[in-house]
């Protein structure tokens, strides 16, 4: 886990972190403070991020064990529950503070913040937000997540496609 902001010795302050998103996400449903949007970039350390992420999250039948015991014979142990594995290329990426995880993007054309709820699946819609910075550091939107279902051609299988539409704007 990294504690601090690339070389430099300042310390990653997740409860700020928490406390601005929390406010940039539920204090008013059309707009969002601009100067809570600068807070949280400054308060965000750079990281390393791939440049595609593959992940992969799912369910495994519970484990098993067999043997043989003295007096009874062949025995066999089931693990009834179910095993959880959450796989992704940039786990080492997010920032993880409060219920929330963040991925920051610096880009030429700008920076992307990425704000999931940590226990949120990323088929569900609205559990997560993407703030939309200037190069400047200067905020310009802020989208909101949506899931676009696409089924195979001929096929039961239907691939869930994240997106984003437009949702709050800065004051």
């Known amino acids: 886990m990294q504690r601090f902001m690339n070389s430099e010795t300042q310390p990653v302050d997740r409860l700020l972190i928490t406390a601005v998103v929390d406010r940039l996400i539920y204090n008013d449903p059309e707009t969002f403070s601009a100067e809570d949007a600068r807070t949280l970039l400054a308060a965000l350390p750079r990281k390393r991020v791939p440049w595609f992420e593959i992940g992969a999250k799912g369910k495994v039948s519970g484990g ?5 015991a ?3 014979g062949n025995v066999k142990v089931e693990d009834p529950q179910a095993r959880k594995f959450d796989v992704s290329t940039s786990s080492d990426a ?3 503070a409060g219920q929330w995880k963040l ?3 610096d880009r030429r054309t700008g920076v992307l913040v990425e704000i999931e709820q940590v226990m949120a699946d990323p088929t569900d819609e609205g559990r997560g937000a993407r ?3 200037a190069p400047g550091g200067i905020p310009l939107g802020m989208d909101i997540r949506i899931v676009h279902n696409v089924r195979l051609m001929f096929s039961w299988l239907i691939l869930q496609v994240p997106g984003w539409r437009p949702w709050k704007r800065p004051v």
């Not at 098993?64 to 043989?68: L, M, Q, V």
């Open 64 to 68: 098993s064990a067999r043997g043989f």
């Open 103 to 105: 991925l920051r993007y």
């Open 70 to 72: 003295a007096g009874v």
């Open 94 to 96: 997010y920032t993880r």
């Open 131 to 133: 703030l939309r910075y």
